[in-house]
């Protein structure tokens, strides 16, 4: 990858943006940038920024000029490969027929409600004698590890699911090449091998009806997937399906905070809860960008995109382009409802996306009738971080009278 590349008219702010202001509060930048600078080089990632609706959908559709991006700086570094996020066909299509067919949407109707809502029902009893919580770490990230987990097979404890989360969240995140971030990733790695290696190599010789067997066998007649080839897309379904859910449900409730009234109406009514869910989402995408990188030269706006450099597509900022949505920055339930980027777009969307807003759905469902009058604790601030992955931190809040 190109590491020191002139950008063309680019104003000199651009230079001085750091992943450290990205993680605090991105969309400030993303909307100066979607102002003056909607294609950026941004020097401490060595790739390009694309913030605007329109270029995000034109590139993320682009299967010709744009592949997935093979030399981003930390994607096959930390996942391996091949991986579902940057391999091209054959290969690509290949990795979508082991892992789509489970996430369709006719598939999960079929087990949503049966996987979700015990899980849900477990963990809010849990709360029953009480009227506040840590909503993240107490309730949604749980739900959300241990919901995919079941989904999965995997036989893995909720609290060792979010650490493996974490820990791959460090290195993917790590545009800027930390050493110890990329150490930590390597350690996560490494565990996941030794404590799904057994499980795996069982379903390659004996394979039933879960997701990780369709992993190995789905879409093939010559026999298994080698094992050492489903770890790195394993690992992508690992960081961007296991908190996704809980991480959107917990956005979700905090732009509903902002909107008393709508909360309320969605409390009443939870035929309303998709729509809050799908604002939600465009409010503060849970996965803030992809990537994608130029096969040839391509100019967009006035900027040249080289064959070879990767383009981060900021999904996040897109979702607030203030020429596609009124007061974008804004969560508001009766928006309009228009297509968002929340789960990117083109060959490579979220496989899980169907999933993910289902789960997202059952957990309202459930949460709000059995947390009467839930509303944010007004005596702790939320903690709101992340760029490539964003979502509350912490989300303190009480509920009953």
Known sequence: MTTARPPVS?????GEITPQQLEADPYPIYSRLRAEAPVAWVPWASLWFITRWEDCLAVGSDRVRFRGAADHPTLERVFGAPNVLTAVDPEHADLRAAVDPPLRPRAVNV???ELARPIVREHLARLRDRNRAEIMAELLEPISVEALGALMGLGVDPDTLRRWFAGLNAGVSNIERD???FATADA?????EERLGPLLERLARQPDRGMLSH???GGRDDGPRPVADVYPTLKVILLGGMQEPGHAVGSTLLGLFTRPDQLARVASDLTLVPAAVNEGLRWIAPIGAVERQATSDVVLGDQVIAAGEAVELILASANRDELRYERADEYDLDRSRRQHMAFGNGAHICSGH???RQLERIILEEMLPALPGLRQDPDREPVVRGWAFRAPKQLHVIWGA
């Not at 680019?10 to 651009?14: K, Q, T, Y």
């Open 10 to 14: 680019a104003p000199a702010w651009v």
């Open 111 to 113: 087990y949503i409600d």
């Open 179 to 181: 050493a110890e971030k």
């Open 188 to 192: 996560i790695t490494a565990e996941i």
């Open 215 to 217: 992993m190995l066998h």
């Open 354 to 356: 169907y999933f993910s």
